[in-house]
């Protein structure tokens, strides 16, 4: 198992650019997660899904999209990138049941200029 | 809204020493929580996880208790090495809700 793999792992984007963050787990979880870390802080939800046709809003939503077309892939979109943005993305899946532990991705990290 | 502190937000320590590191959250109605491990450019890993029904976890040097009516978590390292060097993260996932909230972090340093 390759366990939650994202692409790419850095990338540079100028302001009002758009991109795709790729997140992708073969464990057949279920529930898939977005995170942002920014410098010295903790991580918060961005979006997150509990199954393929599935998806809603976190606790910091704003400037994001996602998709859920299958079990295995949760992209992330950012439509128009702004400096706020700038930060590291984690993905993160595990199964239906709650009382098991949640399996990151080794993050992408993004710059807005 | 669930607010997660860890304390102190960094520590250096000696070889060999054992150390704690400290998590407190403001609602109790909690799943479980988990303890992870970041490396500086790196992903996170998770170390030890606990359900809300269990009063500690053990792995190999590593013991984490949970206190959920007072809201803590401790995480209890052992004979500390240069390789614990990180930062630790810990996040509750809260009851009704998918995701975990997070702290931010306990960076530590074992010197050699």
């Known amino acids: 198992n390759a366990g939650v793999t994202q692409t790419p792992k850095f990338r540079i984007l100028k302001i009002g650019q758009s991109m795709t963050l790729q997140c992708t787990q073969d464990?057949?979880?279920?529930?898939m997660y977005w995170y942002r870390q920014d410098p010295g802080m903790g991580l918060k939800l961005i979006y997150y899904s509990v199954g393929a046709g599935i998806t809603d809003k976190g606790e910091v939503p704003n400037g994001y999209n996602v998709s859920r077309s299958t079990t295995e892939d949760f992209p992330l979109r950012l439509e128009l990138a702004a400096p706020s943005q700038t930060s590291v993305y984690f993905c993160?899946?595990?199964?239906?049941?709650?009382?098991?532990?949640?399996?990151f991705g080794p993050g992408t990290r993004l710059t807005v200029l | 809204k669930q607010e997660v502190t860890q304390i102190p937000a960094a520590l250096s320590v000696p070889e060999g020493e054992n150390l704690v590191l400290n998590c407190s959250f403001t609602?109790?109605?909690?799943?479980?929580l988990q303890w992870f491990r970041q490396d500086p450019g790196k992903g996170l890993t998770s170390l030890l996880l606990?359900?809300?029904?269990?009063r500690e976890q053990t792995s190999g040097r590593l013991n984490a208790s949970l206190d959920k009516s007072s809201g803590r978590s401790t995480l209890y390292i052992a004979a500390s090495q240069p390789g614990d060097s990180a930062t630790y993260l810990c996040a509750v996932r809260q009851t009704g809700a998918n995701n975990l909230f997070f702290g931010t972090g306990t960076r530590l340093t074992v010197i050699p």
């Open positions: 606990i359900q809300s029904s269990q």
């Open positions: 993160a899946s595990t199964p239906d049941n709650s009382r098991i532990e949640q399996f």
């Open positions: 609602d109790s109605a909690i799943y479980n």
């Open positions: 464990m057949n979880h279920n529930y």
